[in-house]
């Protein structure tokens, strides 16, 4: 019995989730203050655009034989980034080994400077802008990048032979509302050292934003589809409108919908081409991404929704031609929501863009109750870093969209190409049929269903009118006889 009670004492001393869980709600109790930031003027950008900041910026470079966990064989290794450019707020490292918790202190040692002659300038105390971890991803003997944590409460990680692309967030307050956009950040995080035989390596992470504090613990295990478990207490310091839970940040520049292409070799440009979703009911929805000349948001309405995501569905490198930028290796990311998240909405939001440095396409899960202060928050889900995955969605899906003007004022032709499911087995005399959807403020004026024979799928083409000057949404989908056999297409035409 000696024992168990000096195993139970020990337990009790180990850092765990739960006290970072502690240290967010306390932290809720408190005002907001503003983290002081003491990034030298020469790390810094001049004006908007600074070409040079950038370039120096890149100049400084981690020193590898600092890199957190090198010796030992572990299965781990943690590099730091340097704060600078645009990552003006330090986060406070540490390590949690078998329970112990030690900081991880800043020193410019860590860093070469490169052509930056401002090593003198930096203090001695500064902090790390964010951090990233490797493994073995791709090679056996070679600590390939497969995670990333910098900048406010974004992060990312990509899959084996995948490129980096799209982004997720711990939180989104907010965004594309009138009031503006509250940006929480991570401010301090745990990395669990690994064992040698882990496969898996654990983060913990402290939230903090003028509106709420957080906890999150993150499972991250790397594979041909990185998959990460997030698990979030959340404490609001007072009530907020919009609560995002699960961001995912992207960029839509142009695609094969786009009407108005700007004049460029390549013949698309993004990291996403469109939202996934499963609903409760089964019924999966494909959202193709558009960069419109004004805002657009889409909500979806639903109820413990079972999957949601934006997908690079296109693979196609022909369809990019982008040696250096691989658009067509960027990841997928899929959200499977863990325990019943209730009654709310995935939202899309796009913003409109004129080039491809800037991320603006954002999509999250927001719950119908507003959250108020003195509440308690807990969500956890799975996230997959990947490519192109055939169960998402496990029937036939849009491969394409093609919108180009049509026979008329105020209409579009929209061609759409179907594959996958049973599509590929049903000849091209089989009874198949749409299933379309205009609105309230549109015309259906024309609509073909037949086999693609070179792709093996199906193709519809429809001319539809739109009769005032309202958005017209519509919905596109595949049965024979009482079976669906397709996702369902869902699109807006803007006047």
Excluded at 18 to 47: F, I
Excluded at 145 to 160: M, N, P
Excluded at 226 to 248: H, N, Q, S, W, Y
Excluded at 380 to 407: E, F, K
Aim: zero cysteines; a negative charge.
């Amino acid at each position: 019995m000696g024992n168990v009670k000096a195993a139970d004492a020990d337990n009790k001393n180990k850092f765990g989730f739960e006290d970072v869980v502690r240290k967010a709600k306390a932290l809720s109790g408190k005002s907001y203050r503003q983290p002081a930031m003491r990034v030298p003027n020469a790390l810094l950008p001049k004006s908007e655009g600074d070409k040079e900041i950038y370039d120096n910026f890149r100049d400084i470079r981690f020193k590898k034989d600092k890199t957190l966990w090198l010796e030992g064989e572990l299965p781990f290794q943690v590099q730091m980034f340097h704060l600078g450019l645009y990552f003006k707020r330090p986060v406070k490292l540490h390590v949690v080994d078998h329970g112990k918790v030690e900081a991880l202190s800043f020193s410019p040692d860590f860093f070469d400077y490169g052509r930056n002659d401002i090593k003198d300038q930096i203090p001695a105390d500064l902090g790390f802008a964010g951090f990233r971890i490797h493994t073995p991803l791709n090679t056996p003997n070679y600590y390939d990048e497969v995670a990333v944590f910098l900048g406010a409460s974004y992060f990312r990680a990509v899959g084996r032979h995948i490129h980096y692309g799209l982004s997720a967030r711990g939180l989104a307050i907010d965004t594309a509302s009138s009031s503006g956009e509250e940006f929480p950040y991570f401010t301090s995080f745990w990395l669990n050292k690994p064992e040698p035989e882990d496969s898996m390596i654990v983060v913990f992470a402290l939230l903090d934003s003028p509106s709420i504090t957080g906890a999150y613990r993150f499972e991250i295990t790397p594979g041909i589809e990185t998959a990460m478990r997030v698990e979030m207490r959340l404490f609001p310091r007072e009530g907020i409108d919009k609560l995002g839970i699960a961001p995912l940040t992207s960029m839509f520049s142009f695609g094969e919908n786009t009407t108005n292409k700007p004049v460029d070799f390549r013949p698309e440009v993004h990291d996403s081409d469109g939202l996934v979703i499963e609903s409760a009911t089964g019924e999966w929805i494909w959202r193709p991404i558009q960069n419109n000349r004004s805002l657009l948001i889409n909500s979806f309405a639903m109820k413990n929704p079972r999957g949601f995501g934006l997908v690079q569905r296109d693979r196609d490198f022909d369809h990019y031609q982008d040696l250096e930028a691989r658009y067509d290796n960027r990841p997928s990311s899929w959200i499977v929501p863990e325990g019943q998240w209730g009654e709310g909405r995935i939202e899309l939001v796009q913003i409109p863009t004129a080039d491809e440095y800037h991320d603006n396409i954002v999509a999250f899960w927001v719950p119908k109750e507003i959250p108020k202060r003195g509440d308690e928050l807990a969500f956890s889900y799975r996230l997959r870093w990947h490519l192109s995955n055939p169960s998402r969605p496990n029937s036939g899906y849009v491969d394409a969209t093609r919108v180009v003007p049509g026979n008329g004022a105020n209409v579009r032709k929209i061609v759409l190409d179907y594959l996958g499911g049973q599509l590929e087995e049903l000849p091209a005399d089989a009874k198949v049929e749409a299933v379309i959807d205009v609105g309230n403020n549109g015309k259906l004026l024309e609509h073909q269903v037949l086999k693609n024979e070179l792709t093996n799928g199906w193709r519809v083409v429809i001319q539809v009118r739109r009769e005032n000057d309202q958005p017209l949404e519509l919905r596109v989908s595949l049965k024979r006889g009482q079976d669906y056999l397709t996702e369902t297409w869902n699109y807006s035409i803007i006047p």
